[in-house]
């Protein structure tokens, strides 16, 4: 159990003293707070033993303690902690008396007993519960699994139910009792039907929790099953609200339940198959074909506009991740997906606007983030995923919206970014492409030349060029920038022209000196 108040006092290294509040100690402390501000009420979230040492309270003053320890308990702070021989030889008795009418726990700190070690004490005690929690946990997972692979469904519900001391029911597709346990819960989950065809009403995963019948547990229902509509349902009714243990038994318990009704390997296989012939069609430009191939397996999704994504990953796992981070928004919002594995690559084809295609936008903007995030805090990724993403398209271009998402991929590898859509390339300023090495790399050697002339200390010229080209060739104009006459400027010109061996008179070689002088500056 969480770590209380009384637990704290017991503890023999704390030395801690009750003072106010004796009969409230079992409260459990969800974690130990120190603040010196006279109203720390705005930075609480109750279930906190407060620390001070009253460094900017008036703790001797009945009414201004009469308010602090008010403000406090409305807060739902469960105790507070007050350091002896720091600021006060001992705690002012007009504290202790606004605790006492409050019944607010007063625990008296001795100097010896740092605020770091009760905080230190009220987390080892959290962690210590949270690792007896995850323990039982794993447990009743090792025991789930035992039985699901021993006694089938039957003898999984039969541990289940034990795990949370109450009862499991398994239901079919249709709504029926496949199984119960124990065998009494029969007519109560049978009770539950219509709940359930609610429940498969909604994009699987789904969950609801209902009253049981007449009142007589608590019941949640979970749906089993990753395709468009549930497959099976699961309920399991308790007394109570289910603790951490219970938790990890029931979600253990719906995983290998989905693993046993899922369709089989064979079945997801074909569909596979079928959707990489209706793909191939597309891009052949024969959509009535592919409408032909694809049947009802896509619904409408081959009549909407839809977006084209590529995505390119060195690892099997990187694409395995994007894929269910797909098909399960897909699934939870009733869409058509069409996914292609191929290789290293994965095509999917996603009505557009739609839960698909902003999952993988996420996705890789998650990916984005972990690359941010440095190797030895975590971060990182071994698998280098890329995404390109076409514009909206239908059937009949399905081939230009290939095409659109494969330069977009090739233009995310070359900036190092997991994902580009192809609207963006067609938007915005050239400028962000000269951002490109081998551009930096030309830009460089084009202007060295000058760089080194104006580093000798004899000109300007790499500004003085800049000025007169952004003036468009405006003379008086450009002088007038830079602050010189113009016959300065129109020697200075010729000695740009001098340099590097070109005329100025050439568009082509106002527009290269142009674009350098962008690529080198970073604007």
């Known amino acids: 159990m969480p770590p209380t108040l009384a637990s704290l006092v017991h503890h023999s290294a704390l030395k801690l003293t009750v003072r106010a509040g004796e009969d409230r100690l079992d409260v459990p402390v969800r974690w130990a707070h120190v603040s010196e501000l006279a109203d720390p009420v705005p930075y609480m979230e109750g279930g906190e033993l407060l620390l001070i040492t009253a460094l900017k309270l008036d703790a001797e003053n009945p009414e201004a303690m009469r308010k602090y320890v008010k403000r406090l308990v409305g807060a739902g702070v469960v105790g507070l902690g007050f350091a002896v021989g720091v600021n006060y030889d001992e705690i002012p008795e007009a504290l202790v008396e606004a605790a006492q009418h409050e019944g607010l726990p007063l625990l008296e700190v001795p100097r ?65 009792v496949v199984a119960t346990a124990p065998e009494w819960a029969g007519r109560r989950a049978a009770r539950l039907t219509a709940e359930v065809e609610r429940l498969r009403e909604r994009p699987a995963p789904a969950s609801s929790v209902v009253g049981g019948p007449d009142n007589e547990d608590r019941v949640e229902l979970h749906s089993l099953g990753t395709g468009r509509r549930p497959r099976a349902a699961l309920a399991v009714g308790t007394a109570s609200a289910l603790g951490t243990a219970e938790r990890y038994a029931v979600h253990s318990a719906i995983a290998l339940l989905t693993l046993t009704t899922e369709r089989s390997r064979s079945l997801h296989a074909a569909e596979q198959r079928v959707g990489a012939a209706v793909l191939r069609m597309l891009l052949a430009g024969q959509p009535d074909h592919a409408r032909g191939v694809a049947g009802d397996l896509y619904g409408g999704l081959l009549d909407a506009p839809f977006r084209m994504i590529v995505a390119d990953a060195g690892g099997g796992e990187v694409l395995a991740g994007l894929t269910e981070a797909v098909e399960s928004a897909a699934a939870r919002a009733g869409e058509a997906v069409l996914l292609v594995p191929e290789g290293e690559r994965l095509v999917v084809l996603a009505a557009d606007g739609g ?34 993403l076409s514009a909206p398209s239908g059937p009949i271009a399905a081939a230009a919206a290939y095409k659109q998402a494969e330069q977009a991929l090739s233009v995310a590898r070359r900036r190092g970014r997991v994902l580009v859509e192809h609207d963006q390339l067609a938007s915005g300023s050239v400028l962000p492409l000269l951002a490109d090495d081998a551009v930096k790399a030309f830009a460089d050697g084009l202007l060295r030349a ?36 113009r016959h300065t400027l129109r020697y200075r010109m010729r000695r740009v022209e001098e340099i590097l061996g070109r005329s100025l008179d050439d568009p082509d070689v106002r527009m290269e000196l142009w674009l350098a002088l962008k690529a080198t500056s970073g604007e």
């Open 450 to 485: 000058l760089y080194e002339h104006d580093a000798t200390g004899r000109g300007d010229l790499v500004a003085s060029l800049r000025a007169w080209l952004s003036r468009h060739g405006q003379w008086d104009a450009a002088a007038a920038d830079l602050g010189v006459h």
């Open 355 to 388: 839960a698909a295609v902003a999952a993988c936008v996420e996705y890789a903007a998650a990916r984005e983030a972990a690359r941010a995030v440095p190797a030895e805090q975590g971060g990182g990724e071994d698998d280098e995923l890329v995404v390109g």
């Open 112 to 176: 010896r007993t740092p605020f770091l070690a009760i905080s230190k004490a009220v987390s080892a005690a959290i962690a210590a519960d949270q690792y007896r929690a995850v323990t039982a946990g794993f447990a009743a997972q090792r025991e789930l699994t035992r039985q699901a692979l021993n006694a089938g469904p039957e003898g999984l519900l039969a541990a289940l139910a034990a795990q949370v001391d109450g009862w499991a029911a398994l239901y079919d597709a249709s709504g029926a």
